[in-house]
């Protein structure tokens, strides 16, 4: 299982220690191996993933090409709706995508994932059910902070990565599975 906790905008970014909790749950119900990836923007939120989980650390340290290939051989990449997402679609990884944009908000927004989801891919988006204050006049989160995204809970991200990874990870890809 790979996990992207980087993005390029701080309200994107949800925080590290939830992911850890998610990872932490996972391998305690699939006894799998964790892989970190992402850019050097992520080493902070990485870096509390370890706190309470093993994994492989990658973050900065792959080029594009090679974050590809270690998505290709991972059952799963958990992340926020960044780059590495999209990268898991095009070599056909199912993903659970964290999204900052509420579901109430509006679904032509360029942060929409109704119109930025990840293609050719099993995926699941989750997000805010609603637009918090501060947001609630907006057209999606628009805050400088990770906010809205802060209302997405642990227990559907779980929910979701269960339901795409489904009772016992598929053993069905040559190599070394993550």
């Given at each position: 299982?790979?996990?992207?906790?980087?993005?390029?905008?701080?309200?994107?970014?949800?925080?590290?220690?939830?992911?850890?909790?998610?990872?932490?749950?996972?391998?305690?119900?699939?006894?799998?191996?964790?892989?970190l990836?992402?850019?050097?923007?992520?080493?902070?939120?990485?870096?509390?993933?370890?706190?309470?989980?093993?994994?492989?650390?990658?973050?900065?340290?792959?080029?594009?090409?090679?974050m590809?290939?270690?998505?290709?051989?991972?059952?799963?990449?958990?992340?926020?709706?960044?780059?590495?997402?999209?990268v898991?679609?095009?070599?056909?990884?199912?993903?659970v995508?964290?999204?900052?944009?509420p579901?109430?908000?509006f679904?032509?927004?360029?942060?929409?994932?109704?119109?930025?989801?990840?293609?050719?891919a099993?995926?699941?988006?989750?997000?805010?059910?609603?637009?918090?204050?501060?947001?609630?006049?907006?057209?999606?989160c628009?805050?400088?902070?990770?906010?809205?995204?802060?209302?997405?809970d642990?227990?559907?991200?779980?929910?979701?990565?269960?339901?795409?990874?489904?009772?016992?990870?598929?053993?069905?890809?040559?190599?070394?599975?993550?």
């Amino acid at each position: 299982m790979a996990v992207a906790v980087g993005a390029g905008m701080a309200r994107r970014r949800w925080p590290g220690g939830r992911f850890g909790q998610v990872v932490s749950e996972l391998v305690k119900r699939f006894d799998c191996r964790v892989v970190l990836v992402g850019g050097d923007d992520a080493r902070r939120e990485a870096d509390h993933v370890h706190d309470v989980v093993s994994a492989v650390d990658l973050v900065g340290r792959t080029s594009v090409g090679q974050m590809a290939e270690v998505l290709r051989r991972s059952d799963l990449l958990i992340g926020n709706d960044s780059g590495p997402v999209h990268v898991a679609a095009a070599v056909g990884t199912a993903s659970v995508v964290v999204s900052a944009h509420p579901v109430d908000g509006f679904p032509w927004v360029v942060n929409s994932p109704m119109r930025y989801h990840p293609w050719r891919a099993e995926h699941s988006v989750v997000r805010p059910g609603r637009r918090i204050e501060g947001c609630v006049d907006s057209p999606t989160c628009t805050e400088g902070v990770p906010h809205c995204v802060l209302s997405v809970d642990v227990d559907e991200v779980i929910e979701a990565s269960v339901a795409l990874l489904g009772p016992t990870l598929p053993t069905g890809r040559e190599g070394d599975r993550s």
